[in-house]
């Protein structure tokens, strides 16, 4: 008899809110079926007086093009709000994305969450 072992969830998302900026730790894959929750959390994090956001890429493995121009338009809430996106912990594969797309000009880049956090204190 075989047993059906439940699959992770293809997203998921965390939200940390801090007095000028937010931390959202994405898990999985950034497609267009998963983009509207990832939407969501970005503009739930760029509420009230948060003007930043860090986006902790440690754990997402694919981010497709529908994910990409989510991150621009974040930057530019964050750049109407005077504040800014900032990456922790992207993976290989995907910053030969943000490479080829020269992310590099519009983000800055650090290894961790908590790194990123305190570029922005």
Do not use: C, H, N, W
Request: no cysteine.
């Amino acid at each position: 008899m075989a047993f059906d072992t439940p699959s992770p969830p293809a997203f998921a998302v965390a939200l940390e809110t801090f007095a000028t900026f937010a931390v959202i730790r994405a898990e999985g894959s950034i497609t267009a079926a998963t983009l509207p929750t990832f939407e969501q959390e970005i503009r739930q994090a760029l509420g009230d007086d948060r003007r930043s956001l860090v986006l902790d890429f440690s754990t997402v493995s694919f981010i497709s093009s529908a994910g990409l121009g989510a991150l621009m338009v974040a930057r530019g809430l964050a750049s109407e709000r005077g504040g800014e996106v900032l990456f922790a912990g992207v993976g290989a594969p995907i910053q030969k994305v943000f490479d080829l797309l020269d992310y590099g000009s519009f983000f800055r880049s650090f290894p961790t969450a908590d790194e990123a956090a305190k570029a922005l204190e």
